[in-house]
């Protein structure tokens, strides 16, 4: 069993923690998003499914066109190759863990 130290994984735009499973034996990826009121990820998509875990805040979340809101305690799944994109609606900073079912995280962002 390998075990990491929560604060040693890459942190990319606003403080995301990232995890890629392919250096650490393990067959999926994450982020740990902490956003801010109105922060969020741009519309882009992956080769596979996404599963989002909603933990503290209100994410609107829009998938392929449809939007939702989605609060604490909610879990969404992507489907592969769908188009999305989230944004906190919450007033206060949101947590939520976006699983990728892949050993790396590979992403495509909308040029339109």
Do not use: C
Not at 44 to 61: L, S
Not at 92 to 110: F, K, T, Y
């Amino acid at each position: 069993m390998e075990t990491i130290d929560f604060e040693t994984l890459t942190r990319v735009a606003g403080g995301t923690a990232r995890f890629e499973g392919e250096g650490h034996g393990s067959s999926v990826s994450f982020f740990v998003v902490r956003n801010q009121p109105g922060d969020g990820a741009a519309k882009h998509r992956h080769p596979y499914d996404e599963t989002f875990v909603i933990i503290e805040g209100e994410i609107e979340v829009i998938v392929d066109d449809e939007l939702r809101m989605l609060g604490a305690g909610t879990i969404a799944v992507v489907p592969a190759g769908a188009w999305h994109e989230f944004t906190n609606r919450s007033d206060r900073r949101s947590l939520m863990v976006n699983i990728h079912a892949s050993s790396r995280i590979i992403q495509e962002d909308w040029e339109g």
